[in-house]
């Protein structure tokens, strides 16, 4: 479906320990995604999904294994190096919306290119672009408690892609929101993927993953099966490829 792999883990576990005993949340994960998939995650409550996630976004290192971003190797680098990583290939969506409630639309996408060093200037004019992106352009100076939820939402996917990211996560981005917005939501993820945007979204709901071109499932800290959704199958008859 993809091109280059972007994402590849091999044998990759993460082991917590409780007390006396060793916890599991992965056991020796294998998969690669490539550069421009739209790939859903699904499991139930514990089964390694989200785990799986933070891996892929280095918010977590693995136990063992090794993990290639875009060819890097990625599990050894030192926390100032991941950081830097994060900030300019990784854009990250979350169930809950994490937006700084004192600051304006504008001022919340602007925030990853603060922490980039961007000039004031040109980070306004990133942040408007990535408001129009998301169709919140107009809402731009509006505190989080002036807008709906699906807004908040859309202005946290602006603040994700705002440094162009060659990666977005998305770990459950419609799980507070109402079945109308949340369809808003998916179709502008599915946008962002025609795009060229690699997407990766974790989700217990098979209508959100069937937006996605292919489904990984996961139960005890495993991998299931990898298989393509009808999306994807359709896209692979058209010729397309992400």
């Known amino acids: 479906?993809?091109?280059?792999?972007?994402?590849?883990?091999?044998?990759?576990?993460?082991?917590?320990?409780?007390?006396?005993?060793?916890?599991?949340?992965?056991?020796?994960?294998?998969?690669?995604?490539?550069?421009?998939?739209?790939?859903?995650?699904?499991?139930?409550?514990?089964?390694?999904?989200?785990?799986?996630?933070n891996v892929i976004g280095t918010l977590d290192r693995p136990s063992s294994g090794r993990y290639f971003l875009a060819g890097e190797v990625v599990e050894g680098l030192p926390e100032e190096e991941l950081a830097r990583l994060r900030n300019s290939k990784i854009g990250f969506v979350f169930q809950a919306f994490h937006l700084l409630a004192r600051e304006t639309a504008l001022s919340n996408v602007e925030l990853p290119l603060?922490?980039?060093?961007?000039?004031?200037?040109?980070?306004?004019?990133?942040?408007?672009?990535?408001?129009?992106?998301?169709?919140?352009?107009?809402?731009?100076?509006?505190?989080?408690?002036?807008?709906?939820?699906?807004?908040?939402?859309?202005?946290?996917?602006?603040?994700?892609?705002?440094?162009?990211?060659?990666?977005?996560?998305?770990?459950e981005p419609t799980g507070a929101l109402d079945s109308v917005t949340s369809l808003q939501v998916l179709e502008l993820l599915s946008e962002l993927h025609r795009q060229g945007m690699t997407i990766v979204i974790v989700t217990h709901d098979a209508a959100v993953a069937g937006h996605a071109e292919r489904v990984l499932r996961f139960a005890d800290g495993q991998l299931l099966s990898d298989q393509v959704t009808q999306r994807g199958e359709r896209r692979a008859v058209a010729g397309g490829v992400s």
Request: proline letters at 3%.
């Open 114 to 171: 603060v922490y980039a060093g961007v000039r004031p200037a040109e980070r306004r004019r990133r942040a408007l672009e990535a408001l129009e992106r998301v169709g919140l352009a107009e809402r731009a100076r509006h505190l989080p408690n002036q807008l709906s939820g699906g807004q908040q939402q859309r202005v946290s996917l602006a603040r994700a892609i705002v440094q162009n990211p060659a990666l977005l996560l998305a770990d």
């Open 1 to 53: 479906m993809g091109g280059s792999s972007l994402v590849k883990l091999e044998w990759v576990s993460k082991v917590y320990r409780m007390g006396e005993v060793d916890v599991f949340a992965l056991r020796s994960v294998s998969l690669s995604i490539g550069s421009g998939e739209h790939v859903a995650i699904m499991g139930s409550s514990g089964s390694g999904k989200s785990t799986t996630l």
